[in-house]
C-alpha cells in the first residue's frame, strides 16, 4: 500500500485545514485496514490524532476532539482530516497510515502543518 498524503500549509491560529490522504497499491487491503493520522512536532515524538476504522467508527486524541475530523471516501481511497479552530500547538508534520489487523502499519510521506498565532 502507498499513501499520498496532502493539504497542508499555513495557516493562522483559528483557521481551517483539510488534509488528504490517497491510498494506492493493494487497495483492497486498505479498505479492510484502519486509516488513521499522526503528527509529529519538531522534538517530539510522533503521536496519534485520529482513526477510522473500515466500518467507519472514529476516535480522537483528546487534543483534537470537537476540532477535527475523519472521513473516508471508499470510492476514492481516500480519507481526509478537516481541522478546524487551529492553534500553534497544532504544528506539526502530518502523517497518514494504513493500520491492518495484522501486520505493521503503512506510512505516507507527511505534509506540514504550520499555524501561527
Known amino acids: 500500500v502507498q499513501l499520498q498524503a496532502s493539504g497542508g500549509g499555513l495557516v493562522q491560529a483559528g483557521g481551517s485545514l483539510r488534509l488528504s490522504c490517497a491510498a494506492s497499491?493493494?487497495?483492497?487491503?486498505?479498505?479492510?485496514?484502519?486509516m488513521a493520522w499522526y503528527r509529529q512536532a519538531p522534538g517530539e515524538q510522533r503521536e496519534f490524532v485520529a482513526r477510522?476504522?473500515?466500518?467507519?467508527?472514529?476516535i480522537y486524541a483528546d487534543s483534537v476532539k470537537g476540532r477535527f475530523t475523519i472521513s473516508g471516501d471508499n470510492a476514492k481511497n481516500t480519507v481526509y482530516l478537516q481541522m478546524n479552530s487551529l492553534k500553534p500547538e497544532d504544528t506539526a508534520v502530518y502523517y497518514c497510515?494504513?493500520?491492518?489487523?495484522?501486520?505493521?502499519?503503512?506510512w505516507g510521506q507527511g505534509t506540514q502543518v504550520t499555524v501561527s498565532s
Open positions: 497510515a494504513v493500520v491492518p489487523s495484522t501486520g505493521p502499519p503503512y
Open positions: 497499491g493493494n487497495i483492497a487491503r486498505a479498505r479492510n485496514s484502519a
Open positions: 477510522r476504522n473500515s466500518d467507519g467508527w472514529t
